[in-house]
T-cell receptor, first 112, second 114 residues
Framework: EDKVVQSPLSLVVHEGDTVTLNCSYE??????LLWYKQEKKAPTFLFML????IEKKSGRLSSILDKKELFSILNITATQTGDSAIYLC????????????FGQGTELSVKP | DVKVTQSSRYLVKRTGEKVFLECVQD?????MFWYRQDPGLGLRLIYF???????EKGDIPEGYSVSREKKERFSLILESASTNQTSMYLC?????????????FGPGTRLLVL
């Protein structure tokens, strides 16, 4: 059975800290891994990763995939209170159309 | 921009009531999905649809049904609401083709069943 596991489940940091969120996966016919950010509304798409070792970057957020060790990390540098959210990781099984397998989410709280 | 809308942000229902949650997307997407989100459990797939009048069970379909009469609209039905269906319900859509896994989400409906 396909599975995605995120850690930690929750995290409290102070503004300016750097955080690393982890996502491990066991997905047959793996095609891609996706990260979403969810504030108190719709999850919004951050990154889609398909190749190992290639960092994707957007401002202070970056992510990388390791297809050998079956994990991905999401880094946030110089955190701000606006980064407080649930971060969702999802794996895609190529043989299952558009379905995604989601992890439990990491709830990040950034204190001033 | 892709827009996915859901009929209600908050809903309070009584046990045994029939509940309809509606989702509409404006990007002509073929795929639509219903999830529920509970603390510590992440997003769990209830039902999905790849085309009009098509539906497939997800991981937790029990107690739910769906309807897709038009491409842009996907409805989730709770035939007889129970307290364990109190949850956040999220709808999503995606296109087919090379980026079919990139799903776009609606704002969610927080359902409380008393």
């Amino acid at each position: 059975e396909d599975k995605v596991v995120q850690s930690p489940l929750s995290l409290v940091v102070h503004e300016g800290d750097t955080v690393t969120l982890n996502c491990s996966y066991e997905v047959t016919n793996f095609r891609s891994l996706l990260w979403y950010k969810q504030e108190k509304k719709a999850p919004t798409f951050l990154f889609m990763l398909t190749s190992s070792g290639i960092e994707k970057k957007s401002g202070r957020l970056s992510s990388i995939l390791d297809k050998k060790e079956l994990f991905s990390i999401l880094n946030i540098t110089a955190t701000q209170t606006g980064d407080s959210a649930i971060y969702l990781c999802a794996g895609h099984n190529y043989n299952q159309g558009g379905k995604l397998i989601f992890g439990q989410g990491t709830e990040l709280s950034v204190k001033p | 921009d892709v827009k996915v809308t859901q009929s209600s942000r908050y809903l309070v229902k009584r046990t045994g009531e029939k509940v309809f949650l509606e989702c509409v997307q404006d990007m002509d997407h073929e795929n639509m999905f219903w999830y529920r989100q509970d603390p510590g459990l992440g997003l769990r797939l209830i039902y999905f649809s790849y085309d009009v009048k098509m539906k497939e069970k997800g991981d937790i379909p029990e107690g739910y049904s769906v309807s897709r009469e038009k491409k842009e609209r996907f409805s989730l039905i709770l035939e007889s609401a129970s307290t364990n269906q109190t949850s956040m319900y999220l709808c999503a859509s995606s296109t087919t083709g090379p980026v079919q896994e990139t799903q776009y989400f609606g704002p969610g409906t927080r359902l409380l069943v008393l």
